[in-house]
């Protein structure tokens, strides 16, 4: 079975500040995808971005990114130019073929004026 | 596309009745996905459906939980009788198979259980 683990429960930032969040995963599998979902207050579960297991390339959307490590198994996700409002838990998940997603237990991210 | 949509947004019910957790997904999508999250046990997927059938409900909690899928555009949750730890989110997220990695969630129904 998959495990995905968030190592950090909370992180705070200032506003324009750069900040990481760490995801390690186990699985047997060398096809998969790994998430970074993203859930402000309002709940809402939203998809920041995706990484294909298969792609050498780190995938960035905007002011986010991730930094892959297939050999270590480690997904971590960087924000850039943080804002008020990328306060809300975050989320890795990963999902093999075409099994369902296994969360972890997520970061609560606090954004400082 | 309106995206996932979820019914009712709050519920607030007494133990012993019968819940009824409604969701619509994204039209032309073939999988729909029953999750539940709680503080304590994070995000859980509960039940997943593939072009209206189940294909796996092992996460189900025990069998006052009970999920259909009629047709395509509909799919309830059912919790009877409901108990104080039904108390949590349920979220239903929906997919397409010929982009697998991707779920679209809903809104979430909060669920409380006095």
């Known amino acids: 079975a998959q495990t995905v683990t968030q190592s950090q429960p909370e992180m705070s930032v200032q506003e324009a500040e750069t900040v990481t969040l760490s995801c390690t995963y186990d699985?047997?599998?060398?096809?998969?995808?790994l998430f970074w979902y993203k859930q402000p207050p309002s709940r809402q579960m939203i998809l920041v971005i995706r990484?294909?297991?298969?792609?050498?390339q780190n995938a960035t959307e905007n002011r986010f990114s991730v930094n892959f490590q297939k050999a270590a198994k480690s997904f971590s996700l960087k924000i850039s130019d943080s804002q008020l409002g990328d306060t809300a838990m975050y989320f890795c998940?990963?999902?093999?073929?075409?099994?369902?997603?296994?969360f972890g237990k997520g970061t609560m991210l606090l954004v400082s004026p | 596309d309106a995206g996932v949509i979820q019914s009712p947004r709050h519920e607030v019910t007494e133990m012993g009745q019968e819940v009824t957790l409604r969701c619509k997904p994204i039209?032309?999508?073939?999988?729909l996905f029953w999750y539940r999250q709680t503080m304590m046990r994070g995000l859980e997927l509960l039940i997943y459906?593939?072009?209206?059938?189940?294909?796996?409900d092992s996460g189900m909690p025990e069998d006052r939980f009970s999920a259909k899928m009629p047709n395509a555009s509909f799919s309830t949750l059912k919790i009877q009788p409901s108990e104080p730890r039904d108390s949590a989110v349920y979220f239903c997220?929906?997919?397409?198979?010929?982009?697998?990695?991707?779920?679209?969630f809903g809104p979430g129904t909060r669920l409380t259980v006095t």
């Open positions: 990484q294909e297991a298969y792609k050498q």
């Open positions: 459906f593939n072009n209206n059938v189940p294909i796996d």
């Open positions: 039209s032309g999508h073939d999988y």
């Open positions: 699985t047997s599998e060398s096809n998969y995808y």
């Open positions: 997220a929906s997919s397409f198979e010929a982009v697998p990695y991707e779920q679209y």
């Open positions: 998940a990963f999902r093999s073929g075409y099994s369902t997603l296994t």
